[in-house]
């Protein structure tokens, strides 16, 4: 069964500063991973998504995060934070002979300080 | 884009209530689904349905069930409202046609409080 972790439940940045959210995660089978941001009261946004093609992958809002399958992670990054970035990211996986379920990390609630 | 509407945003039932959460996409997606979500314990799957008339439990289906009579309409139903029902209700959508994607597409979500 896959699994999805994500170490630091909370994490505060200077607004300027490297924004790093980090995942691991295990799977089975070849995974595809995907990184949504939730802002307060709304639902999930899918910010990026790795689907086995390029291992760096660009997504919405300047981040972007690396495939590692020597390490299992997934990790998110963005080099300058903005404080409109502050909010909550969820690193989810899903194996390809599940029924497209997919298996969500815990979250980390990014803050950004001015 | 792909639309997830769920029929409130904010709800107020009283214990022992029957409750209807609504879900409705227009994308012609085959597969929807129902989370909760609570602080500290993330997003935690109720049920899925990958057809009409289909569905499938989650991880935690005890106290709810679903319906999907329709393609695009997936109903959430709490028989007899608790007030450890309170929480933040979110449906999602997607579909297996797009080879390699999986993504799914969330509604706003709708926060229930059993009192």
């Known amino acids: 069964a896959q699994s999805v972790t994500q170490l630091g439940s909370h994490v505060s940045v200077s607004e300027g500063a490297l924004v790093l959210l980090r995942c691991n995660y295990s799977s089975s089978v070849p995974p595809y991973l995907f990184w949504y941001v939730q802002y307060p009261n709304q639902g999930l946004q899918l910010l990026l998504k790795y689907t086995s093609a390029a291992t760096l992958v660009k997504g919405i809002n300047g981040f972007e995060a690396e495939f590692k399958k020597s390490e299992t992670s997934f990790h998110l990054t963005k080099p300058s934070a903005h404080m409109r970035d502050a909010a909550e990211y969820f690193c989810?996986?899903?194996?390809?002979?599940?029924?497209?379920?997919?298996?969500f990390g815990g979250g980390t609630r990014l803050m950004v300080k001015p | 884009d792909v639309k997830v509407t769920q029929s409130s945003r904010y709800l107020v039932k009283r214990t022992g209530e029957k409750v209807f959460l609504e879900c409705v996409q227009d994308?012609?997606?085959?597969?929807m689904f129902w989370y909760r979500q609570d602080p500290g314990l993330g997003l935690r799957l109720i049920y899925f349905s990958y057809d009409v008339k289909m569905k499938e439990k989650g991880d935690i289906p005890e106290g709810y069930s679903v319906s999907r009579e329709k393609k695009e309409r997936f109903s959430l139903i709490l028989e007899s409202a608790s007030t450890n029902q309170t929480s933040m209700y979110l449906c999602a959508s997607s579909t297996t046609r797009d080879r390699g994607t999986y993504e799914q597409y969330f509604g706003p979500g709708t926060r229930l409080t059993v009192t």
């Open positions: 989810a996986v899903t194996n390809n002979n599940a029924g497209n379920m997919l298996t």
């Open positions: 994308m012609d997606h085959e597969n």
